[in-house]
């Protein structure tokens, strides 16, 4: 299947309806989507989902996320004796923290001369960040998958950028190179304050002493 990038997505009948309705049907359609977008990652598999961007399809996709990797995360609570608050942090966390990252993508590529709209880059990327989600958060297992996810999930995010947001290879791999050094660094000062609250303490205690 090849894509006119310099054209917008193939636009929808009028007859046609916006998007599944929110049903078994509809779930299991986005299930779908994910399966497809994380066996068969290329330009073409995210390609075919641009014209079935909507709204719906878009909650449905971020929902079921967020509730599978909010069970995921109580069952994980379980086990670290902290399950309310491993509930409420996946339930609320889940949603604010996508839709923050899709905004910092959204800004990255349209200086670089993105074209798209900020609803279907959305709901494309939803579609293989949702399932590497889920993975991450199966208790003990995730952990050990967490950073091959991750960097897959960039690979997927450098493919569903020309497509959505209608950039060539070269602005597509500028901007997730921009994100990978945003992850390093926020990785660099999450572990120089851990350590200095670390030291901090062992401070305090020891002037207790």
Same mark, same amino acid.
């Given at each position: 299947?090849?894509?006119?990038?310099?054209?917008?997505?193939?636009?929808? *009948? #009028?007859?046609?309806?916006?998007?599944?309705?929110?049903?078994?049907?509809?779930?299991?359609?986005?299930?779908?989507?994910?399966?497809? *977008?994380?066996?068969?990652?290329?330009?073409?598999?995210?390609?075919?989902?641009?014209?079935?961007?909507?709204?719906?399809?878009?909650?449905?996709?971020?929902?079921?996320?967020?509730?599978?990797?909010?069970?995921?995360?109580?069952?994980?609570? !379980?086990?670290?004796?902290?399950?309310?608050?491993?509930?409420?942090?996946?339930?609320?966390?889940?949603?604010?923290?996508?839709?923050?990252?899709?905004?910092?993508?959204?800004?990255?590529?349209?200086?670089?001369?993105?074209?798209?709209?900020?609803?279907?880059?959305?709901?494309?990327?939803?579609?293989?960040?949702?399932? /590497?989600?889920?993975?991450?958060?199966?208790?003990?297992?995730?952990?050990?998958?967490? !950073?091959? #996810?991750?960097?897959? *999930?960039?690979?997927?995010?450098?493919?569903?950028?020309?497509?959505?947001?209608?950039?060539? *290879?070269?602005?597509?791999?500028?901007?997730?190179?921009? /994100?990978?050094?945003?992850?390093?660094?926020?990785?660099?000062?999450?572990?120089?304050?851990?350590?200095?609250?670390?030291?901090?303490? #062992?401070?305090?205690?020891?002037?207790?002493?």
């Amino acid at each position: 299947m090849s894509y006119n990038y310099s054209a917008g997505p193939p636009p929808q *009948s #009028a007859g046609q309806p916006a998007g599944p309705a929110f049903s078994q049907a509809g779930l299991q359609d986005v299930v779908n989507s994910w399966i497809t *977008s994380v066996t068969k990652p290329n330009v073409q598999t995210y390609a075919a989902e641009v014209p079935r961007a909507d709204q719906n399809r878009l909650i449905m996709s971020v929902g079921l996320a967020t509730v599978v990797s909010a069970v995921l995360g109580l069952l994980g609570g !379980i086990l670290g004796h902290n399950m309310v608050g491993s509930f409420l942090t996946a339930l609320i966390g889940t949603p604010l923290g996508f839709f923050i990252g899709q905004g910092v993508i959204y800004l990255l590529a349209r200086a670089m001369g993105g074209t798209g709209s900020f609803m279907t880059q959305s709901y494309v990327m939803s579609t293989f960040w949702a399932p /590497l989600l889920v993975l991450r958060s199966i208790p003990i297992v995730g952990s050990f998958i967490g !950073i091959i #996810a991750g960097l897959y *999930s960039l690979y997927l995010t450098y493919l569903a950028l020309q497509p959505t947001q209608r950039l060539d *290879s070269t602005k597509s791999l500028m901007v997730v190179g921009i /994100l990978l050094a945003i992850g390093v660094v926020l990785a660099i000062c999450a572990f120089v304050f851990g350590m200095a609250a670390l030291l901090g303490l #062992a401070a305090a205690s020891g002037g207790t002493q």
